[in-house]
């Protein structure tokens, strides 16, 4: 697998770097932003030994792709700015904003620098924007349903508040406990006047649970509903896959007061510099959900979700005191490219016909069963609801069935579904026809995931045809097959029932499950195998 590499160069130098044949893949051409520069393009299976030469060219060269590439390029040049003392425009900025922009969220691996971090109000906005960006109109409508049902408010408020209520997952980050695990990043601090006292914390407590207790210190301020803050409480202390519960929160609040002062000063002016970023309004009136636990559940799925993506280091690198509105743009930008890129922009919602005969043209003679779909009344598929059809074989149960996913994806706004079934074998085969459902019949660009402990050695052998009439199957789907956990975050899957049944067990990030399956329509078929 190579990676693209695109550089602009200066007129100063495109004649010199046209004189050299530097790569066998390298292109060249006009830049069509910058028509007197040159556009110098390359395909590569790794990036190192090209910084050396891109080095060379000091100012005189640009990278545009890849971002981690080009993010790398920059904080060379914010270092190389320190190291000669040259103007900041981090300057006039708030002292007390630079000082907690000091406090790593996360570090580069293998790199001994000590300025090599993120900060963690960066990466908490990051998180914050990524979930603005699926709760926008370019993501699949289910993520705002669903949140809206269970959160119990309007699906349109969700983005003026719910991003903030994300980014909050990491705000027990900004703690003595957590900032002292890292020898490298606690020494840093310590020369620049940070305290962590007398206690050796050993990253204890774990930083989601000093987030959901400052959310339960915060209860007067914040004036949210008991359940929801409750719910948004138990969702921070989730977000790393394992639950805790109110003796878990006790022992944290007890050794937190072995904790100097500054800290809990600091992590209420993150929540505030957040806020005034991410909070728009609460709505009035405030979301109250009507059930805990689903509230909690699906609230950590959605929470896990952002922070995955907004963990994904093509797109963000350790920043270097970079200045709080400068980086509040950017962040947004980088927002919308890995949320597209990891496939949540795929088209979700078909304009199809919903009568029998008219979605499936080809099926002259329709068998009575597959047009008793078209005698449902709406008023029962407007809601959760469980159908079971059972007919001889022959009888046409699958396009029955997908009929119906079709006609609930009406009342739910998202054609989304996962077809579960008993062996890969049988995964397999409806694989194929549920990508030529998807793209014929539902007229979708989307790609359909093959779901099971083996898809990997089927799913790309299955989809090398490329498409007639034009079309292109959204290609964002690595993401999405790295983890069969976020498998089903994918708007169309076919796989094992297992696969789904996992949704259900107590085991790590089961969230992540759930909150792939929440809103959509699960086909089981086959089902019956089971009995044997």
């Keep these: 697998q190579t990676v693209r590499v695109a550089l602009r160069f200066s007129p100063q130098v495109k004649q010199r ?3 050299t044949r530097w790569h066998p893949s390298q292109q060249t051409r006009p830049d069509p932003d910058h028509p007197d520069a040159l556009l110098w393009e390359v395909q590569v299976a790794d990036t190192l030994d090209l910084v050396p030469w891109i080095r060379s060219w000091g100012a005189d060269v640009e990278v545009l792709e890849p971002e981690g590439l080009r993010q790398a390029l920059i904080m060379e040049a914010k270092a190389m700015a320190r190291v000669y003392k040259l103007a900041s425009n981090t300057l006039n900025q708030d002292p007390a904003l630079t000082k907690f922009l000091r406090l790593w969220g996360k570090t580069e691996r293998n ?3 000590p300025e090599a971090f993120h900060p963690v109000l960066f990466h908490m906005l990051y998180v914050g924007n990524v979930a603005r960006e699926l ?5 699949s409508p289910r993520w705002r349903k669903v949140m809206a049902d269970v959160l119990g408010t309007e699906a349109d408020s969700l983005v003026d508040w719910l ?4 980014a ?3 705000i027990g980050k900004v703690s003595a406990a957590f900032q002292q695990a890292n020898d490298m990043q606690r020494k840093r601090l310590e020369e620049e006047g940070f305290s962590f006292g007398e206690r050796q914390w050993n990253n204890n407590p774990y930083h989601a649970l000093i987030s959901s207790v400052f959310v339960d210190s915060q209860e007067e301020k914040l004036d949210l509903p008991d359940l929801l803050r409750q719910g948004w409480r138990d969702a921070l202390a989730g977000h790393h896959g394992e639950f805790s519960g109110r003796e878990a929160r006790r022992e944290t609040r007890h050794l937190l007061q072995a904790e100097p002062p500054i800290w809990a000063g600091l992590r209420q002016q993150v929540s505030e510099t957040l806020k005034n970023a991410l909070l728009r309004q609460i709505p009035d009136p405030t979301p109250s959900p009507s059930n805990l636990s689903t509230a909690t559940m699906a609230l950590t799925g959605f929470i896990v979700l952002c922070d995955w993506i907004g963990s994904d280091e093509k797109f963000f690198r350790p920043v270097l005191n970079d200045n709080w509105e400068d980086y509040a743009i950017e962040s947004a930008s980088r927002a919308v490219k890995a949320v597209e890129a990891a496939g949540f922009f795929q088209a979700s919602v078909s304009y199809a016909p919903t009568e029998f005969s008219a979605l499936f043209p080809t099926l002259t003679e329709p068998r009575a069963l597959q047009l008793a779909i078209n005698t449902i009344p709406d008023d029962v598929l407007a809601v959760p609801c469980l159908a079971i059809i059972e ?3 022959g009888e046409g149960k699958t396009e029955a069935a997908l009929a119906l996913a079709h006609r609930l994806a009406q009342a739910n706004r998202s054609d989304e579904l996962y077809y579960a079934l008993p062996t890969t074998a049988t995964s397999n085969q409806m694989f194929i026809r549920l990508q030529k459902h998807v793209e014929d019949r539902l007229a979708l660009s989307s790609r359909v995931r093959l779901i099971h402990g ?4 089927l799913d790309d052998d299955f989809l090398v045809a490329s498409l007639q009439n034009g079309k292109e199957r959204s290609a964002a789907s690595d993401w999405f097959g790295s983890d069969k956990r976020k498998s089903l975050l994918a708007p169309f899957g076919v796989g094992t029932i297992d696969q789904a049944e996992l949704a259900a067990l107590n085991v790590r990030f089961t969230v992540l499950r759930l909150i ?9 078929d086959a089902g019956h195998a089971y009995d044997h």
Excluded: R
């Excluded at 709760?135 to 993501?139: I, T, V, Y």
């Excluded at 991003?163 to 994300?166: A, D, E, K």
């Design 135 to 139: 709760l926008g109109s370019k993501a």
């Design 168 to 170: 909050m997952h990491d």
């Design 454 to 457: 083996q898809a990997f050695l």
């Design 391 to 393: 007919a001889p074989t």
């Design 163 to 166: 991003p903030w209520f994300v």
């Design 17 to 19: 770097v046209l004189e």
């Design 111 to 113: 790199n001994l620098d």
């Design 516 to 524: 792939g399956l929440a809103g959509k329509v699960v086909i089981l």
